[in-house]
């Protein structure tokens, strides 16, 4: 797969990731925050708003190799 194929799908896959992410972690915090003190809950936020990264990162290392010859 040519790199510039590569950097459309992986582009496509952090998109649908992202949004996924978003989701879950609104619907989660909906249900288990609800009677969480503030410093719980923005706890719960910065790990999850971060969270994304891991699974991300071998996407971008994916999308960011040489085209073989």
């Known amino acids: 797969m040519r790199i510039r194929t590569r950097k459309?799908?992986?582009t496509l896959v952090l998109l649908v990731l992202v949004a996924v992410w978003s989701l879950l972690a609104m619907a989660f915090a909906?249900?288990?925050l609800r009677s969480a003190n503030a410093v719980v809950a923005a706890l719960f936020?910065?790990?999850a708003g971060l969270g994304w990264?891991?699974?991300a990162m071998?996407?971008?290392s994916w999308m960011q190799r040489p085209d073989k010859v």
Do not use: D, H, K, N
């Open 8 to 10: 459309l799908a992986g």
């Open 45 to 47: 936020y910065a790990i």
């Open 53 to 55: 990264v891991l699974p």
């Open 30 to 32: 909906q249900f288990a």
């Open 58 to 60: 071998p996407v971008v």
